[in-house]
């Protein structure tokens, strides 16, 4: 069994899922992370006797045949304790009281859907036939887009027939489908695709490709569905820790990774700086796996006497050209129990119609915790609140206190239409920003939810985790965006399969 040595960069799901099966794998891994604890944007912290998830709040892939369910069985670890979303999401238009439910039992969300936007079943129909289809593919493991024969062969032996029925609709976005159909001019289907859609490809209907849509829309019916996990969202990290030290993998927290190394052979070292001891040093590596974003890992390459080859440079030239990609505000609320109207499903979604300085889009994605879950005290609870915003407002404000303030007071007001918020009930409150998440996380500008979905970078266009620099891989929401801890152990397990395969 071989004993290479892999250096994983980042300990977010994807890196430490590539950590832990590689190790499980008999591969010397270690895992270098600059933060206090595991987990990146689905890790989190406490205030006051309460628990709060950083970002990621719901989870995809527990159920039978799931990514993390078959993950964490060869892994030989315990799936985390968690709950179906039922409905997924409740999702409010402005000046609407009722919401619409994205309800799991596809039958119950049929009949939402015919209700809420009539004469809009054939789209619907659509969706679920590309849906199927692309879920099967995607199940049995190809390798998208291909960067080698042995990626195409991998590609080749996950086609069926039924794979072909998405050909047509490759090149096709959401809107192109609504168009088909005669929903162009439908603006509350529209807003709420919008709204859904942004949570998942980064961008609207108008610009998501149409088959990533239909799994991201897809997979919050049975018999897949979206978890609310007991605990917190930690508890996915602790797992993959426990796993990692299992077979002797490392994991080393507050190491900042500075530099990736590249010589003759490829990704060759990094250099290593220990925020503990402040002791700089490099290591050597057979292969490196980068859990960062792409726009972090080309700025992390350093040329060691040697010239950029002409694909590597194209590969920077075209991660530069990338469209902005958002950040995130987020509100976190202690309140007490009190403060949550009955009956309040998990998560919620809301689009507001009047001025106001958050959110590109005016909407706020919300999760409330539920009793007994181990997010709050008795009789208390949990609101995480996030919209998203442009990293450029925050990284050039002249008074970013003040800006932080003013949204985070925003963001409570509109929240207190829905909520019972006062100074009674509102018990501890804290707010983030992209500058948070850049301090916290390392990621680039504080980016969050990957690269946008659009055609050009979906899918089989998309960035792969093969890097044009041999030996160095990349994982995360880069590679697999927009399904959360699901698509970020995709990656990683592609990734994976890559190194075993022996082809660079």
Known sequence: MTQSRIIVVGAGIGGLTAGALLAKRGYQVRVFDQAIVPGGCASTFKRRGFTFDVGATQVAGLEPGGIHQRIFSELGVELPKATYCDPACAVYLPGESEPISVWRDPERWKAERSRQFPGSERFWQLMAVLFRASWAFQGRDPVLPPRNFWDLSQLIKALRLDTLTTVPFTLMTVGDALRLF?????????????????????????????????????????PQGLFHLEGSMQVLSDRLVEALEKYGGQLLMRHTVKEINLDSRGASSVVVYSQKTGEIWTETADNIVANVPVQNLTKMLVFQGMQESLGQKLYRQRVAKLPPASGAFVVYLGVKQSAIPAHCPPHLQFLYDWDGEIGENNSLFVSVSRPGDGRAPEGMATITASSFTDTEIWSNCEDYLALKERYASEAIARLGQYFHLTPETIVYREAATPSTFTRYTGRDRGIVGGVGQRIPTFGPFGFATRTPVPHLWLVGDSTHPGEGTAGVSYSALTAVRQIQSFKF
């Open 182 to 222: 005669g929903l162009g001019q439908d603006n509350r289907l529209k807003k709420f695709l919008d709204l859904q859609l942004k949570l998942y490809s980064q961008v609207d209907a108008d610009e998501t490709a149409l088959l990533y849509a239909a799994t991201a829309l897809g997979v919050s019916q049975s």
